[in-house]
């Protein structure tokens, strides 16, 4: 249960090493846009290679070769999905979501909060994690493509 040999300890210790070296190497390649997170496809790919690494290290059926192509097609699909919706306005809509007012000229948007499933209470924690204890001080509350809340004060 707490150990059961060398091997296996070594066996974790090089793929470890391998998988991390060639993780780094592969995201130095393919440039920062691939652990963005300025979507939720950019969070999914960020999410998807941890938990490819972390499977290559640990599960011994998945060879080192193997994690390399699953973390290689992953960066992949990422870059073509970037590539493609920069090109294309269909998939571009299709893709990224786009920004929504909550709140706006002190007034809160009911039918958008509705609709993006978000309470009036979510959206003054997020005010008052600012450092704004009062609506009044608010210009703009804005859903975030990559689902952050900004705040955005009638000073700015």
Do not use: C, H
Not at 66 to 93: C, D, H, N, P, W
Not at 112 to 118: L, N
């Amino acid at each position: 249960m707490f150990f059961d040999t060398w091997g296996d300890l070594f066996r974790i210790l090089v793929i470890g090493i391998f998988s991390y070296v060639y993780l780094m190497i592969l995201l130095r390649i393919s440039g920062k846009r691939t652990l963005s997170k300025l979507n939720a496809f950019d969070l999914i790919v960020t999410v998807a290679l941890g938990s490819t690494l972390s499977s290559v290290i640990v599960n011994k059926s998945i060879s080192l070769t193997e994690g390399f192509l699953a973390m290689t097609l992953l960066v992949l699909l990422q870059y073509l999905v970037a590539y493609t919706t920069i090109r294309s306005k269909k998939i571009k809509s299709f893709i990224k979501a786009e920004p929504r007012l909550l709140f706006y000229e002190d007034e809160f948007r009911d039918e958008a909060m509705e609709d993006e499933r978000i309470a009036r209470d979510e959206v003054m924690q997020v005010v008052r994690q600012q450092g704004m204890q009062e609506m009044d001080k608010v210009a703009a509350v804005i859903l975030e493509t990559n689902g952050k809340i900004s705040v955005i004060s009638k000073s700015s």
